[in-house]
Each structure stands twice: as structure tokens, then as C-alpha cells.
């Protein structure tokens, strides 16, 4: 099994969801031995915010591409073919005034290309490309939010589900580092996330 360990952490080895993630590793080889390890800190590679020009290199066609425009699409090359050689994703997503951190959401715009790693059928029902894939998140947050009145504000996996299952990555597991900025439970968060991590 290749194993793609995405971190998107601004806290380097202090990072709870790189903590997380690391152990999701673990138990993931724990079960297939010798799996390989990619590593990708979308932070660290400072992925480019999505531009008009690799917007407008991802969509001309290809009897137009020129080398100079293949080179804009370089980055987004690299990272898709990254992703489609992988077959387990371990993403660490620190929750970010209640979002993802933005270099997270780089690497998604910039693997999201259409008759790529999406396309629509001729009823325009879309599709997603990037198939057989086993996807972990390893979120960490100050707060709670799998309560009642967390639920509400609880933004970063719903969109982490939706938008990788429209990729095609439909078959997502979340775990979760919650409330580190609470006294009461912050000591405690970080094992009991690691206890209630599941390989399946
Ligand atoms: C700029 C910033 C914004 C944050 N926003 C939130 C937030 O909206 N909700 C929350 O529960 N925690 C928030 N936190 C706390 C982080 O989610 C928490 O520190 C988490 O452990 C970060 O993940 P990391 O340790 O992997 O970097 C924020 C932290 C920072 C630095």
C-alpha cells in the first residue's frame, strides 16, 4: 500500500494534527508491512494560491499546448500524478478560524482539474476520476466540534467529504484532536484521538 501523508500544519513538530497523522501511519504499515510513505507539507512547498494563469494552462486544449504552457501546469503535473500513484491519503487539516488552512486548499485547487481528476457524463452529472483511494484526515482543533452545539460550526470534514468524494474519494475517515485550547480536556485530546484510530 503507497501511503501519501499530506501535513498542512503552520506549527511544525508541535502540530497536533501531524501528531495524529503520524500515528494513523503507524497503524496503517501495523497492517500492511513495508507500506511506502510519501510526504507532502503543502505549508513547507508553498503550493502558489490558484491564478488565472494555470487556470487558463489547465484549459487550453491540447493541440494549443505550448511548452511555456506546460510548464505553468508543472505543479498541478506533479501533484496529481502524486495523488493517482498513491493508494491510502493520510491528511492532517488543523482547523484554521474554523476552515482549512489555506495551503490545504492550494493543493486541492490545484489537483482539481477537469478531464483530469473530474469530468461531467453528457446529462452533465459529474464524476470523479481519483478512484480506489483510502483517505484518513487527521483533524485538530482548539475547540469541540462533535457536540450538540459544536456540530453547527463544524465546517472542515463536511467539506474535506464532499469535495475529495467528488474527486472520486468517497471512502473517507475522519479522526479528530479536539479542544487542545480547553484545560479541561487538552492533556487527554491527543491520546484519545490516537486511541480511536480504526484501520479498516
Ligand atoms: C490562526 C489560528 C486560527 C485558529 N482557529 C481556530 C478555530 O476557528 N477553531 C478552533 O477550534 N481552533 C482554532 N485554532 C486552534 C487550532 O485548531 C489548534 O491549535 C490546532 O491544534 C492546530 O493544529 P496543529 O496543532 O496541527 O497546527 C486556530 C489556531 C490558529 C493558529
Do not use: C
Not at 478512484?131 to 467539506?159: C, H, L, R, W
Amino acid at each position: 500500500m503507497k501511503i501519501l501523508q499530506i501535513d498542512s500544519s503552520i506549527m511544525g513538530e508541535q502540530s497536533f494534527s501531524k501528531k495524529l497523522g503520524n500515528a494513523i501511519v503507524d497503524k496503517i504499515i501495523a497492517k500492511y508491512p513495508d507500506s511506502p510513505v510519501e510526504k507532502l507539507d503543502v505549508v513547507e512547498s508553498n503550493i502558489p494560491h490558484f491564478s488565472l494563469e494555470t487556470l487558463q494552462a489547465m484549459f487550453t486544449p491540447d493541440e494549443h499546448i505550448t511548452d511555456e504552457i506546460k510548464q505553468k501546469l508543472n505543479l498541478s503535473d506533479k501533484l496529481i500524478k502524486q495523488l493517482f500513484d498513491a493508494d491510502i491519503l493520510v491528511i492532517g487539516a488543523p482547523l484554521i478560524n474554523r476552515t482549512i488552512h489555506s495551503s490545504l486548499k492550494s493543493w486541492i485547487d490545484h489537483i482539481t482539474r477537469r478531464g483530469v481528476t473530474f469530468g461531467y457524463t453528457q446529462e452533465g452529472k459529474p464524476i470523479g476520476f481519483v478512484k480506489d483511494k483510502k483517505v484518513y484526515v487527521a483533524m485538530s482543533s482548539g475547540g469541540i466540534y462533535t457536540d450538540e452545539q459544536g456540530k453547527a460550526n463544524d465546517f472542515v470534514a463536511p467539506y474535506l467529504e464532499s469535495f475529495l468524494g467528488f474527486l472520486g474519494m468517497t471512502d473517507l475517515t475522519v479522526f479528530r484532536v479536539e479542544g487542545v485550547h480547553i484545560p479541561v480536556v487538552q492533556d487527554t485530546a491527543l491520546q484519545r484521538a490516537i486511541d480511536s484510530i480504526i484501520i479498516d
